[in-house]
C-alpha cells in the first residue's frame, strides 16, 4: 500500500478498505487454520461461515477503493454538537482517548475510585473546560457516587484498589 | 392462549408499587438521557444496562419498557428545541417543530408531540399485543430454512435500504459478521479469531460492543468536531394547546400511528419512512397548507405519533420472532439474552409472564410519560444547557462503568476503547452503525439456523430452499438487491425515450422523483 499512500493525499477512506481488506484475509486465515474432520452432523462446519464473510469483506474492499478512487465519498456524520466546518480536532481527541487509556491503566491496581476521577477530569480538560478545582470535585464526587451506588444498590462490587480498608 | 386475560396477568404483576416504581425510573431516567443532545435510545438502553442487572428480569424489563419510549419522547423534544435532530426519525419533526417554537408556539409543539406519542404508543402497544401471538403461531411452523432467510432478510434488508450507500453498508455488515464470530465455535468447540488470547474465547460481549459503538465512538466523533458556539435553546414553559390545535392534531395523530405501526414491524422498516409519509400526506390534507414551512401544528402530530407507533411496531418481530429491525431492539435483545432469555416464539410459552407483563408497562409507561413529561418539560429544556464538556466526559464515564462491570476485568475496557476508534472511523467515513450492530447479534444465531439447515438435508444445499417461506422470502431479498440494478435501467432508458426536455427537472418522472424526495430524510441515519 506504501506506494498507493504517497500519491493520495485527502483520500484517507482508502484506509477504511485497506482495513477492511486486512480484517477480510485475517478472518480467512484464522478459518483456513482450523482443522476439522468432515462430520455426517455438521456438514457446513466452523470454516464456512468465516470463509463468506472473509469473501463479503474483501469484496467490500476491493469495491470500496473503487468507488474512492473514483471520487466516491463516505459522508461524515452530524448531529446536535457536531460542526463539520471544522477539521478534526486531534488536540481533543488523543488526550480523550489518554484519559480512557490511563484509566484501563489504573483501574485494576489503583481501583475505581481513583482511575474513574482520571478518566472523568482528564476527558472535561480535554474537551476544553477551565475550571480546574470544580470539575475536581465534581469528578471525584461521581467516582465515590458510582462506587458505592453500584455496591449498595447493585450488589456490584468495584474494585477498591489502593484505598482498600478506607472506602 | 388468550390475549385479554395473559394482558391482564401482565397488568397485575407491572401493577405492583415495586414494579411500578421501576417503571416511573424508566421513563424518567429515559426522557433525560435521551434529551441529552448526541443520546438517542438504543445508547440509552446500552447505557443503563448495567443499572438493571441486579434486578430481576421481570422488573428490568418493566424498568426498559420506561425507557424505550422515554427515550423516543426525549430526542423529540431536542429536535424540536433546538432544530438539529440526533435520531433520524426525528428529522422530519424538526421541520415544524422548530419552526413552531420559533414562533413563540413551543408549549404546543412539545404538547401535540407528547400527547401524539400517547396515542400512537397506545395504538400500537394495543397492535402489538394483538398481533404479536398471531406472529408467533405463525412462526412456531417455521423450521431452520425459514428462519434462515427472515434472518438474511432482516440483515440485507438494513442493510440495502436504510442509508446511503450499499457499499459502505455491506462493509459495516462484514466487520459485524466477523466480530460475531469471534469465540468458541457453538458446535465444534474450536476457537475462532481469537489469536491465542483466553479472553476472547467467550467472544466478545454484546453489552461492550453496543457500549463502544454507540457510545465511545460517538463521544470520541463529537470531540473531534466539538461546536464551539453554543446553540440556541428557546425556552418554554409548561406545554398545553388551545381548541383549534386538538382539532388540527387529532387526525394526524390516527394517521400517523397508521403509517407508522406496519412499517416499525418490517424488517427494515424503521421510523424514517413513515414519519416522512405522514409529514407529505399531512400536507397535502392539510386546510392550511401555506402554514406549512412556518410552523403547522399538523406536521409535528403526524410525524411524532408515525415515530411512535413504529417504536411499538418494532417490538413485534423482536418478542415474536427474536428479530430486532433497529438499534434500540438490537441492544433490548441483548439484554434478553443476558438474562438467559431467547427470544423468538417459544418466548411466549416459555416466559408468557414476562412478556405480558412487558407489554403490560408498555401501557404504563406511555401513559407515566404523558402525566411526568407535560410538568417537567422546562425542566427537560434545561437539560439541553448541560456544558457539553461535562456531557461527553460524562458519556465516556458512564461507558466505561458500564462495560466494566459485566465483567469485572479491565481487559473490556482496551476492546472499549478500539471498537469506539472503530465508531469513531465508521462515522468519519459515513459508514452505518446499524449492520455492524445486527451483524454481532445476528452472525451467530444465523450461523447456526444455517447448519441446523444442511444437518437436517444432509449438506445439501437444496435444503435452504424447502419450506414455501423460505423461497418466497428469497424472492423478496432478490427484488430488494436488484432494485438499484432496475433503477439505473430505468434512468438510462428515459433521456433517451425523451430527449426533447434533457433539462427540465421533471425528465426523470416516476421512480427517481420519490428518491429525490425521500433522500434528505434517508441521508441521516439512525443515531442510536
Known amino acids: 500500500m506504501s506506494s498507493a499512500v504517497t500519491g493520495l493525499k485527502g483520500r484517507a477512506e482508502l484506509g477504511v478498505a485497506h482495513l477492511l481488506g486486512v480484517v477480510g484475509v485475517l478472518v480467512f486465515l484464522d478459518a483456513n487454520g482450523l482443522v476439522t474432520p468432515y462430520s455426517k452432523s455438521d456438514p457446513v462446519g466452523p470454516k464456512t461461515v468465516p470463509f463468506i464473510v472473509a469473501g463479503l469483506l474483501v469484496v467490500c474492499a476491493v469495491l470500496l477503493a473503487i468507488n474512492v478512487l473514483r471520487g466516491g465519498k463516505g459522508e461524515a456524520e452530524g448531529g446536535e454538537d457536531v460542526d463539520l466546518a471544522h477539521p478534526a480536532d486531534w488536540k481533543t481527541v488523543l488526550p480523550l482517548a489518554g484519559a480512557f487509556l490511563l484509566n484501563i491503566l489504573l483501574i485494576d491496581w489503583a481501583g475505581w475510585v481513583i482511575s474513574g476521577t482520571v478518566l472523568f477530569w482528564g476527558s472535561v480538560l480535554a474537551l476544553g473546560s477551565r475550571r480546574y478545582i470544580r470539575d475536581g470535585i465534581i469528578s471525584v464526587a461521581l467516582s465515590l457516587l458510582t462506587f458505592y451506588g453500584f455496591y449498595l444498590g447493585l450488589g456490584i462490587a468495584l474494585p477498591a484498589g489502593l484505598l482498600e480498608g478506607i472506602l | ?528
Open chain 2, 1 to 528: 392462549m388468550d390475549v385479554w386475560s395473559s394482558l391482564m396477568d401482565g397488568f397485575s404483576t407491572a401493577l405492583t408499587p415495586l414494579n411500578l416504581m421501576y417503571a416511573m425510573i424508566g421513563v424518567i431516567l429515559g426522557t433525560a438521557v435521551g434529551v441529552l443532545p448526541g443520546l438517542g435510545p438504543a445508547m440509552t438502553v446500552a447505557l443503563l444496562l448495567p443499572v438493571t442487572y441486579a434486578l430481576e428480569p421481570t422488573s428490568a424489563f418493566i424498568m426498559f419498557a420506561g425507557i424505550y419510549y422515554g427515550g423516543m419522547y426525549g430526542g423529540s423534544t431536542t429536535s424540536i428545541l433546538l432544530n438539529t435532530p440526533g435520531e433520524s426519525s426525528s428529522v422530519v419533526t424538526a421541520i415544524e417543530g422548530n419552526k413552531m417554537a420559533k414562533a413563540g408556539r413551543a408549549a404546543q409543539a412539545l404538547a401535540t408531540a407528547a400527547i401524539g406519542s400517547f396515542v400512537a404508543g397506545t395504538i400500537g402497544t394495543t397492535l402489538l399485543a394483538v398481533c404479536a401471538p398471531i406472529v408467533v403461531k405463525f412462526a412456531v411452523s417455521l423450521g431452520s430454512p425459514s428462519y434462515f432467510a427472515i434472518m438474511m432478510l432482516a440483515l440485507l434488508a438494513v442493510t440495502a435500504v436504510l442509508g446511503k450507500s450499499r457499499l459502505r453498508g455491506f462493509a459495516s455488515l462484514g466487520l459485524g459478521l466477523a466480530i460475531g464470530l469471534v469465540g468458541l465455535d457453538s458446535v465444534t468447540g474450536q476457537s475462532r479469531l481469537t489469536f491465542g488470547i483466553p479472553l476472547l474465547s467467550d467472544g466478545l460481549d454484546i453489552v461492550v460492543v453496543a457500549v463502544a459503538i454507540f457510545a465511545v465512538g460517538e463521544a470520541l466523533w463529537v470531540a473531534a468536531h466539538l461546536r464551539r458556539t453554543p446553540l440556541h435553546i428557546i425556552p418554554v414553559g409548561r406545554p398545553w394547546m388551545g381548541k383549534k390545535d386538538w382539532q388540527r392534531s387529532w387526525k394526524p395523530w390516527l394517521r400517523g400511528t397508521v403509517f407508522g405501526f406496519p412499517f416499525g414491524a418490517l424488517p427494515a422498516g424503521g421510523a424514517e419512512i413513515p414519519t416522512f409519509l405522514s409529514y407529505v400526506t399531512e400536507k397535502r390534507l392539510s386546510k392550511h397548507p401555506e402554514e406549512f414551512g412556518h410552523g403547522a401544528i399538523e406536521g409535528v402530530a403526524g410525524p411524532e405519533a408515525a415515530n411512535n407507533a413504529a417504536a411499538a411496531g418494532t417490538l413485534t418481530p423482536m418478542l415474536a420472532l427474536g428479530l430486532p429491525t433497529n438499534a434500540t431492539a438490537a441492544v433490548m435483545l441483548a439484554a434478553f439474552t443476558s438474562y438467559g432469555i431467547q427470544p423468538g416464539p417459544q418466548l411466549f410459552s416459555s416466559q408468557g409472564p414476562l412478556v405480558w407483563a412487558l407489554i403490560a408497562s408498555l401501557f404504563i409507561g406511555n401513559l407515566l410519560l404523558l402525566l411526568i413529561n407535560l410538568p417537567l418539560a422546562p425542566l427537560w429544556a434545561k437539560l439541553l444547557q448541560l456544558p457539553r464538556p461535562y456531557l461527553y466526559a460524562g458519556i465516556l464515564f458512564f461507558a466505561t462503568l458500564g462495560a466494566y462491570s459485566v465483567n469485572l476485568q479491565a481487559f473490556d475496557l482496551v476492546i472499549l476503547l478500539v471498537l469506539g476508534a472503530l465508531g469513531f472511523m465508521m462515522r468519519r467515513f459515513g459508514l452505518p452503525v446499524l449492520p455492524l450492530i445486527l451483524g454481532v447479534i445476528l452472525g451467530p444465531r444465523l450461523e447456526g439456523q444455517l447448519r441446523k439447515t444442511l444437518q437436517l438435508s444432509a449438506g445439501d444445499p437444496a435444503g435452504l430452499f424447502s419450506e414455501p417461506i423460505a423461497v418466497g422470502i428469497y424472492v423478496i431479498i432478490g427484488i430488494i438487491l436488484a432494485w438499484p440494478l432496475v433503477l439505473r435501467l430505468i434512468r438510462r432508458n428515459r433521456p433517451a425515450a425523451a430527449p426533447a426536455v434533457p433539462s427540465s427537472p421533471d425528465s426523470h418522472a416516476g421512480p427517481e422523483s420519490i428518491h429525490h424526495e425521500t433522500t434528505p430524510v434517508q441521508h441521516k441515519q439512525e443515531k442510536p
